[in-house]
């Protein structure tokens, strides 16, 4: 199988603009761990989109193609010269689920969820309750359209509050207000991540941040590991990296919300990422990510299989009852560092 890899911000989705470096840092780290191990899988014929200031270096069976203007010709003629698509793009603005559209249309396989799904998902406004639905605790949610409005549901929820897009990526735009002197500032940050629209006001959950790295087929789900998240939360939040896997005692609650939440969204197959924090009191999902994630290069460090080709068979519908092989914890970083 021809395999396109487009890793949207290292690849070329971007050509010529400003860069935001921790979006960076985290998709070149992604882009050159995932063509790695479906290029050691030795049975598919790799093509990699490549950003000319961000080099990528050589592999066999991975031709490399620059990307200089993010043209959409370009791409097309590009998805139209593969078999299948695998995808990494920030939510932001509905990123991702463009491009997802866009390969759904020139009729290829997505090694990944469906457009559909990834705009169901990503949705942060929405995603309550789709989660309730499921019986997964979610933090109090609400959506306001002006810094009036969120002043009342800041004061409705109680302080502190997290306010964030409604679609994003890489912490870009969530800030933790824990006043209503620095709502003001949250939402401006929130503006400059997305844009005009809603913002969305959220209880803050105290307690482990952590994620759950998933499998699925579009109906079922499988959970790979359960990693720590280190995250900054103040004044803005900054992704900084985690380990996995997490031996924690609500690791197997945290595991089920993940699986549960998944399997709500027909069509979230292949590899997706669910955030979610610990609590004295249980497991709160925060949001799901649709696509690889940086713990994807922890995580492929830990088990012996080849998580990618794990993937891939679940995008086909094959997802076994896996029985995984662990080598070690590992602690991983944002840029790609793993020790």
Known sequence: MRILVHEFVSGGGLAGKPVPPSLLREGRAMRDALVADLAAIGEHEIVVTVDPRFPFSPRLGVTETRVSTPAPSAFSRLIASVNAVWLVAPETNRCLERLARRVERQGKRLLGPSAAAIRTATDKATLPRWLSRANVSHPVTRVSRTIARCREVADEIGYPVVVKPTRGAGCVGVCLVRSERELSRAVSAVRRAQGPGPVVVQRYVRGLAASVSVLSDGQRAHALALNVQRVRPAPEFTYHGGQTPLRHPLAEEALAAARR???????????????????????????????LTTAYLGVRATLEENVAELALKACAGRLPRLRLTQRSAVRFSADGRVA
């Open 261 to 291: 939440t998944c399997e709500i969204f027909p069509g979230l197959r292949g590899y997706i990422g669910v955030d979610l924090v610990l609590t004295a009191t249980g497991v709160f999902v925060i949001e799901v990510n649709p696509r």
